[in-house]
């Protein structure tokens, strides 16, 4: 038995991964079997793209939201997870080799299996979900991937261990769903499960980061982007260099169409709920059917969730469009991130997502040499005229396009109705998920019901004011409270958010306005800890001090209530709708009568910046790799702050100076080593705040510059 084990442990991860895969389809019914080797199959046949990740997340949707309109949704949270599942399974039998491919194809058809017969358990699917969103953020989705897999040993076995736990966690969702009613309930992911899991896929991710990186270094991006080739090592798992070359100019092309990430903000706006009114909708389902060239456009007033409406439209059409020849592109324009305000960007975007289907580029690769410089967008149709056949169809879903052109044939315009029938149903799941989840608090039962009917009665059609409403009916402490509210709800969103403020103000004095200047005036959304290091600048005191650092960001953003959001899966800070910005540059004042202008939260940024970047901090280099003698006695709080990562180590740190306070000779330099990650030492990149500063200082300063002139004039 000893020596059988030993063997076993000798086997190559890829041995492994195959047996997890086959004891995960032993376990399956007889049914279940004939359906994993059908899809099996196909997906050899043609493997999975990333048309398959939105259609398997909206089939997702569609079932988590079956029983009522405005359900959670987590087909988005499980999105990064699933392209690392496709882009693994879509190596293809050329770069993995048959057997393996056979096996990853495997996997993901066993995941898909799994998320579909879990969906049902809204228990389980929400922290399943939670699981799989943390560990999607460090998932192996790499691009270039199916280029690298071949150059090394070390990769290919990474990858198979990171798999081997994906498979392990499916096969522990299949047998809850094989459980009795009895036995489910006795049976769910535990937090000690779930922790376990993170651990485990956190690690061979780093590790496969790792490899990657060794992988990718500057000539191998030269000779991808600038001669089409690559010194492919001649292996087992590579047929020929020419594909290798094929691979290359597709990535190239790609990346010269468009490198913006269109996902995200779908995907932040796909979790705001889930639309019906697009299935009762007769001008949509003769859009949808049509077989010409035409156009269906939404209006409707702010916060009346059109941006809400088109991101369920793209899950409808993945849906409805069965054959890969369609293409699905999409983009959303976001008021925060002025790059995707910009027509090049759009087009670039729905030119990248056109091509990616095209397993051969090459036809358009001359265009590329011939173009120096960023191609406008005549260069990118001339590109596509070329590439796409003459025959092709596509969806196109566009959100927050100003206007149209009028002289477009074949137009339809649709407008979304004051009585939309999904707001009864988004008030009903909204109030009743905060009674669940005790964030509303009422003392006399009858009280839900006379809420229910003010917001009805009051929405307009807004589910924004709704939603804010809700917030802010959370907040009251009796019913009398409560009551008071629904009697004096605001009229509109410009009051709703002037009465936000105000009332909030008090709670976060010195931040409220510094963390709505900030969020203002960046080209990007901020990450927490971005802004958390932003917010403890002092503009002229060019002195790093730590202590300035906010202990709980979080509970500092309350100041703003409502109006913010931060996002669950990108951990960014936004607000909530592009009205918010509107109403905050459009005359508002806070209580000291100072006026909330661009020039002023531009200015604010700049100065901050200028001061950020100025900190000698990024003339040193701390080693965690060194652990000299410190005693607790002489720790520094400075040195504490560079040496450790993250507010758990700290927390460490704290309890074992607490213990050894009384033995003041006691040696607590093993503490940050150990809280430290050794394989990544103490830098500028453990100051979040700085990639944003470096990357965007030029365009602060030169605002605030350029308007100063103009006002000289």
Wanted: aromatic fraction near 8%; charged fraction near 20%.
């Amino acid at each position: 038995m000893s020596v059988a084990l030993a063997n076993a442990s000798r086997l190559k991860p890829e041995i492994h991964l195959a047996q997890a895969v086959s004891a995960f389809e032993a376990d399956l019914s007889s049914e279940q079997k004939a359906s994993l080797r059908t899809y099996r199959s196909q997906s050899r046949d043609s493997p999975p793209d990333p048309s398959d990740v939105m259609r398997l997340t909206a089939e997702i949707d569609g079932h988590a939201s079956g029983k009522a309109a405005s359900r959670r949704c987590f087909g988005p949270r499980l999105t990064n997870f699933l392209q690392a599942v496709q882009q693994y399974a879509a190596l293809g039998d050329v770069i993995v080799g048959g057997s393996q491919n056979i096996i990853a194809c495997g996997v993901w058809s066993l995941v898909r299996m799994s998320l579909l017969l879990i969906v049902n358990f809204s228990s389980y699917l929400e922290k399943l979900s939670t699981l799989l969103m943390t560990v999607g953020r460090s998932a192996p989705r790499y691009q270039i991937m199916a280029l690298l897999y071949p150059r090394s040993k070390i990769l290919q076995s990474h990858l198979s261990e990171y798999f081997i736990v994906v498979v392990r966690l499916c096969h522990k969702l299949l047998k809850f769903t094989q459980k009795s009613t009895f036995g489910q309930a006795a049976s769910t992911l535990s937090d000690s499960d779930m922790k376990t899991f993170q651990s485990e896929l956190g690690h061979w991710a780093n590790s496969i980061k790792e490899e990657m990186s060794l992988l990718m270094p500057k000539k191998i991006k030269e000779e991808a982007q600038e001669n089409f080739r690559f010194r492919v090592l001649s292996t087992k798992f590579s047929k020929s260099v020419s594909f290798q070359q094929k691979l290359a100019i597709n990535l190239r092309v790609l990346d010269f169409c468009s490198k913006y990430d269109h996902e995200t903000t779908w995907k932040q706006t796909r979790k705001a709920g889930t639309a019906t009114l697009l299935n009762r909708n007769a001008e949509y389902q003769d859009w949808k059917g049509r077989a010409d060239s035409c156009t269906l456009i939404y209006t409707g007033k702010l916060g009346s969730g059109k941006s809400v409406l088109l991101a369920n439209i793209v899950d409808d059409i993945h849906l409805y469009v069965e054959s890969k020849d369609i293409t699905v592109a999409y983009f959303f324009c976001r008021h925060d991130i002025p790059e995707s305000l910009k027509a090049r960007t759009v087009i670039g975007s729905l030119a990248r997502q056109l091509l990616l289907p095209i397993p051969d580029l090459t036809m358009v690769a001359p265009l590329l040499d011939k173009t120096t410089s960023t191609p406008d967008s005549e260069t990118l149709i001339s590109l596509l005229r070329r590439a796409l056949p003459p025959d092709c169809k596509a969806y196109f879903v566009l959100d927050g396009l100003d206007e149209c052109d009028s002289s477009e044939r074949n137009e339809s315009i649709a407008s979304i109705p004051d009585k939309n029938p999904d707001i009864e149903a988004f008030i009903e799941a909204e109030l009743e998920r905060c009674i669940e989840t005790q964030k509303l608090a009422i003392g006399n039962p009858n009280l839900i019901l006379e809420i229910q009917d003010a917001l009805l009665k009051g929405s307009q059609g807004m589910f924004l004011w709704v939603a804010l409403q809700i917030e802010f009916l959370c907040a009251m402490g009796t019913d009398d409270a409560i009551r008071n509210a629904l009697a004096n709800l605001p009229k509109d969103l410009p009051e709703t958010f002037s009465r936000i403020l105000q009332i909030l103000e008090g709670l976060g004095k010195p931040y409220q306005r510094l963390i709505l200047e900030l969020i203002t005036a960046s080209h990007r959304p901020l990450t927490t800890e971005e802004l958390r290091e932003a917010l403890s600048v002092v503009p002229g005191d060019a002195v790093w001090n730590p202590a300035r650092l906010l202990n709980d960001v979080y509970s500092t953003l309350s100041c703003c209530g409502c109006l913010l959001t931060v996002d669950e899966d990108e951990l960014t800070v936004r607000l909530v709708h592009h009205s918010v910005k509107q109403f905050l540059l459009s005359g508002f004042t806070d209580s000291t009568n100072t006026a909330f202008t661009m020039d002023g939260v531009q200015r604010k940024m700049a100065d901050i910046i200028i001061t950020y970047l100025s900190y000698d901090v990024f003339e040193t280099q701390l080693s965690t790799l060194v652990a000299p003698q410190m005693p607790t006695g002489l720790v520094p709080s400075r040195i504490i702050h560079l040496t450790l990562d993250s507010s758990s180590s700290v927390q460490s740190l704290a309890l074992m100076l607490l213990k050894s306070r009384k033995r003041p000779e006691y040696n607590i330099s093993k503490t940050p080593a150990e809280t430290s990650s050794p394989s990544s030492p103490r830098s500028v990149d453990k100051f979040p705040f700085h990639s944003y500063a470096k990357l965007y200082w030029q365009q602060h300063i030169f605002y605030v510059e350029y308007s100063e002139s103009e006002c000289s004039r």
